[in-house]
């Protein structure tokens, strides 16, 4: 059975761009996939912790010293990496804000990068442990960024894939979309374009 991780982090719900994209699409992957398993996260509504010194602490303490507390920090992020092991596909809504990624999206892969889980190192450097996957990441941006330096969505979700071991990523934008009505519709035009050559 083939599962799929849908992780959205856009500030406006089920309104999002980027949440509503990623929703059109994984609607695709269900009807293709009768039999698929989707695990739905909602980074916003179900927000992590920023990475701090309590949970770095639980994640580097040996299991027989772990406080209760500790312990509910490593099993929160042991479910996490779980998901994603688990998943074939991933789904990411990504907005950009502030010129990166919306901080809860980071607090995700603070919890899920894990040295000796999802990479290693070794003397020829480091390995990521999370091949075989496919990775989409829907968007969405009130200026024009793709291929700028000022793109700082892209090229860190590229990397951080990359060291994880997910070389197979797939980017759908959709710019322009505070640059008004003809902009906006022209960048959502290009997503859906985008979106409906993957279903093809
Ligand atoms: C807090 C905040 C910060 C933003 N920062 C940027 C930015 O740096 N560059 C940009 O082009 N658009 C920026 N925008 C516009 C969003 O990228 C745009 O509204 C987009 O639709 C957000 O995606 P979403 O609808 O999936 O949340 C920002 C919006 C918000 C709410």
């Given at each position: 059975?083939?599962?799929?991780l849908?992780?959205?982090?856009?500030?406006?719900g089920?309104?999002?761009?980027?949440?509503?994209?990623?929703?059109?699409?994984?609607?695709?992957?269900?009807t293709?996939?009768?039999?698929?398993?989707?695990?739905?996260?909602?980074?916003?509504?179900?927000?992590?912790l920023?990475?701090?010194?309590?949970?770095?602490?639980?994640?580097?303490?040996?299991?027989?010293?772990?406080?209760?507390?500790?312990?509910?920090?490593?099993?929160?992020?042991?479910?996490?990496?779980?998901?994603?092991?688990?998943?074939?596909?991933?789904?990411?809504?990504?907005?950009?804000?502030?010129?990166s990624?919306?901080?809860?999206?980071?607090?995700?892969?603070?919890?899920?990068?894990?040295?000796?889980?999802?990479?290693?190192y070794?003397?020829?450097?480091?390995?990521?442990?999370?091949s075989?996957?496919?990775?989409?990441?829907?968007?969405?941006?009130?200026?024009?960024?793709?291929?700028?330096?000022?793109?700082?969505?892209?090229?860190?979700?590229?990397?951080?894939?990359g060291?994880?071991?997910?070389?197979?990523?797939e980017?759908?934008?959709?710019?322009?979309?505070?640059?008004?009505?003809?902009?906006?519709?022209?960048?959502?035009?290009?997503?859906?374009?985008?979106?409906?050559?993957?279903?093809?």
């Amino acid at each position: 059975m083939s599962t799929l991780l849908q992780l959205n982090s856009s500030l406006f719900g089920e309104n999002g761009v980027s949440t509503q994209l990623a929703d059109a699409f994984v609607r695709n992957w269900q009807t293709s996939h009768p039999q698929g398993r989707l695990i739905k996260r909602d980074l916003i509504t179900q927000p992590l912790l920023h990475m701090d010194g309590d949970t770095l602490g639980a994640l580097m303490s040996s299991p027989d010293q772990r406080s209760p507390a500790q312990q509910a920090l490593v099993d929160e992020a042991d479910t996490l990496i779980n998901e994603l092991q688990q998943a074939e596909v991933v789904v990411i809504g990504a907005p950009m804000y502030n010129f990166s990624v919306p901080s809860q999206l980071k607090s995700w892969f603070d919890r899920v990068a894990r040295a000796g889980v999802t990479f290693r190192y070794t003397e020829q450097g480091a390995q990521g442990l999370l091949s075989g996957k496919k990775v989409y990441v829907f968007t969405s941006r009130g200026g024009l960024h793709q291929g700028q330096a000022s793109d700082g969505v892209t090229p860190w979700l590229r990397t951080i894939l990359g060291f994880l071991g997910m070389d197979e990523v797939e980017f759908i934008y959709a710019e322009g979309l505070n640059l008004g009505e003809q902009a906006r519709a022209e960048g959502l035009a290009q997503a859906r374009k985008q979106l409906s050559q993957l279903a093809a």
